[in-house]
């Protein structure tokens, strides 16, 4: 019986996160061909831009979205270590890209976070 | 045997396909971490029931990030008592105990999955991962419904997927499962027992609620299941935490609130570092008796008072009166507690 709870835990979580991956894939690929709806409210341009490095990561960010970028940061680095801790102050960049792949691992960020923290926290 | 090998393939074929979505999705950090060696540091001194108990402890945390996707972390404890001997004045320091508490490896497999692989801390409610070292605690003293999930050892020694992502823009998902193999060598024991863990996180309201399930592998093959919630209102200083745990050892709860003074208008800033807290439990006995666990139920209140000195540096006190059917007691608890972070190489140019 608990053999078969396990397997059906496990079967019903691999599902999830399939559906979830493909619809997160989605809405990536179509935000990188610029035919994307626009973002959701809680869903910045700021943060969209970010995600989509591929599509601009040469390219460097005018000083708005720059500005954007880092609010959103400090937003997102707020909102995730204050969760558990009293936000750090900022480390040195290398310091930090260690601390946050830690944190991602710890605190189950998300992708999206992680990079906006470590951007935001080491420029 | 064979729950443990769908477990295997269960686990490969999640490997193996989140490899296949990582092709697409890999990290790309621009900047090279740096490994390091952080931790925390604290003396803790607690009366409980007029029993004296001087504490200092020592935490260190390894982190050595390997490439793009690997990181390997340790972290240790290194912890005396401090008593009175004999025919000796002051108190003196016993034997030093040491403990691995956790050797893992982890695999950033990609944007919705890591592969962890080792000795890990049991994810199970939400102490015992993420509020557990002295420096982030609110309050020194444990929950008494910690033990309950954890394994004897408060680690596992298996392997785990776990991860966090994006599910809708207005909340995240995160996610543990992990199975746990027999391990009978002290002080790194661990119980064989297969669990998970899932919790949303809605950023908007900074609300984050979950539950933990857990399935026992030996002896009375027993389920222990629990919840947790964060919640941190956005227009206030104010966390609130709490969980609640059950299985057939026992169960209970706790609710914390912390208050940061940042909103007192006046001695600004001596009040931003100030911090109040207060915390409140219960704890029901079970069928089945563990060591681990209160042998009696109790209530448990506590109040504390925490001032951060700087980052990282933090005194805190904290005043408990125990209530049960063993007698009442007052529980008070001083400490000071201090996260360190060395960088082992270059940490990269201000």
């Given at each position: 019986m608990g053999k078969r709870y396990i397997l059906l835990c496990l079967i019903c979580a691999t599902v999830c996160l399939t559906f979830s991956a493909i619809a997160q894939e989605r809405a990536n690929s179509a935000g990188s061909s610029g035919a994307a709806a626009p973002a959701s409210a809680q869903e910045t341009p700021s943060a969209s831009a970010l995600t989509h490095t591929s599509a601009r990561s040469k390219a460097a960010p005018d000083a708005s979205e720059a500005r954007a970028l880092r609010l959103e940061g400090e937003k997102r680095f707020r909102t995730n270590c204050g969760r558990c801790h009293q936000p750090p102050h900022k480390f040195p960049p290398r310091v930090m890209a260690a601390a946050i792949r830690h944190m991602r691992v710890r605190a189950m960020i998300t992708d999206e976070d992680m990079r906006l923290i470590l951007r935001y926290m080491t420029q | 045997m064979a729950c443990a090998r769908i477990l295997a393939i269960a686990f490969l074929l999640s490997t193996l396909c989140a490899s296949r979505l990582g092709a697409q999705?890999?990290?790309?950090?621009e900047v090279t971490p740096v490994p390091l060696l952080t931790g925390s540091s604290g003396f803790i001194t607690t009366f409980n029931g007029g029993q004296p108990d001087f504490h200092p402890i020592v935490t260190p945390l390894v982190l050595v990030p390997i490439g793009q996707r690997w990181l390997f972390e340790t972290r240790a404890t290194f912890e005396t008592d401090l008593a009175q001997v004999p025919g000796r004045n002051g108190y003196h320091g016993g034997p030093v105990q040491k403990e691995v508490e956790y050797a893992q490896l982890d695999f950033i497999a990609n944007s919705y999955m890591t592969v962890t692989v080792g000795r890990f801390l049991t994810p199970f409610g939400i102490f015992n991962e993420r509020l557990y070292p002295v420096w982030i605690r609110n309050l020194q003293t444990d929950p008494l419904?910690?033990?309950?999930?954890?394994?004897p050892s408060n680690a596992s020694t298996g392997a785990m997927i776990r991860g966090g992502f994006k599910a809708h823009p207005k909340f995240n998902i995160n996610y543990a499962a992990y199975f746990s193999a027999l391990s009978t060598v002290s002080p790194v024991d661990s119980d064989r027992f297969a669990g998970g863990r899932a919790g949303i996180f809605i950023p908007s309201a900074r609300l984050e609620i979950g539950g933990s399930f857990q399935h026992g592998?030996?002896?009375?093959?027993s389920n222990a299941f629990g919840f947790h919630a964060l919640w941190q209102p956005p227009a206030l200083p104010l966390d609130i935490r709490s969980e609640y745990a059950r299985s057939v050892a026992g169960s209970g709860y706790w609710l914390e609130g912390a208050y940061r003074l940042t909103q007192v208008p006046f001695h600004q800033n001596e009040f931003r570092r100030t911090q109040v807290v207060a915390r409140m439990q219960q704890y029901f006995v079970g069928a089945n008796i563990n060591?681990?666990?209160?042998?009696v139920n109790i209530k448990l209140v506590e109040f504390g008072l925490n001032y951060y000195f700087i980052d990282g540096l933090k005194a805190s006190s904290n005043y408990g009166r125990r209530f049960s059917v063993a007698g009442n007691a007052n529980v008070w608890t001083m400490a000071l507690t201090y996260r360190f972070l060395v960088p082992l190489g270059h940490a990269g140019g201000e």
């Open positions: - | 999705t890999q990290s790309d950090e419904i910690l033990p309950i999930g954890i394994g592998l030996q002896d009375a093959r060591d681990a666990l209160q042998p």
